[in-house]
């Protein structure tokens, strides 16, 4: 079983969409969790960080459930530029310095 | 404007050619890494340096090699032993706060693209 596992896609969605996207990890005992923004041919960028509580950053919410081991990335209202794959971001275990990456969730939006 | 720079963006790569991939950053940062992304693929760490002078391996280290003589700088050398080198290389830093989770984000520059010829 992958450490980090997304579902690939592509979810195409229309503009004003809502679309969501789950990550499950392996390790209960992950610390550190966040959400990374791809776009095509360039470097991942900080989404956001995924707190216990769940945390909202405008059009974008991300929720943690330690029982199930997953976390999600909710965004509302697409827009066209939210075209992009996301990352999926987790610690690992052994050492807060390495982070382990999913291989992404590519969302499309279209006009 | 502080970050983390890349060069060169591309780079070629001859049969038994030893290539360097350089890496700086002004933000101050302790700790640096290496990463490469392959088509469709999640990063995968390379090396990574909590501070100057150290680095320790990571995943997928064989056929590579790093320095870390200063806080700014992490040059990763891709050697003639890395027999399938063709992917987008990644630098990335964060600040040095063991153990506190969230706050220990990595910030990246834009990429290598290495080729072979």
């Known amino acids: 079983r992958k450490e980090v596992e997304q579902d690939p896609g592509p979810f195409n969605v229309p503009e004003g969409a809502t679309v969501a996207f789950n990550c499950t990890y392996s390790?209960?005992?992950?610390?550190?969790f966040f959400w990374y923004r791809q776009d095509c041919r360039k470097e991942p960028k900080l989404l956001m960080s995924v707190y216990s509580s769940g945390n909202e950053d405008g059009r974008f919410t991300a929720q943690l459930n330690r029982a199930s081991q997953y976390i999600s990335l909710l965004i509302r209202d697409s827009k066209l530029s939210d075209s992009a794959t996301y990352l999926c971001v987790v610690n690992k275990v052994d050492s807060s310095y390495k982070l382990i990456f999913g291989s992404g969730t590519r969302l499309l939006v279209r006009p | 404007d502080g970050g983390i720079t890349q060069s060169p963006k591309y780079l070629f790569r001859k049969e038994g050619q030893n290539v360097t991939l350089s890496c700086e950053q002004n933000l101050n940062h302790d700790a640096m890494y290496w990463y490469r992304q392959d088509p469709g693929q999640g990063l995968r760490l390379i090396y990574y340096s909590q501070i100057v002078n150290d680095f320790q391996k990571g995943d997928i280290a064989e056929g590579y090699s790093v320095s870390r003589e200063k806080k700014e700088s992490f040059p990763l050398t891709v050697t003639s032993a890395q027999k399938n080198p063709t992917a987008f290389y990644l630098c990335a830093s964060s600040i040095d706060i063991a153990g506190q989770g969230n706050k220990n984000i990595q910030y990246f520059g834009a990429g290598t693209r290495l080729s072979v010829l």
């Open positions: 390790n209960s005992a992950s610390q550190s």
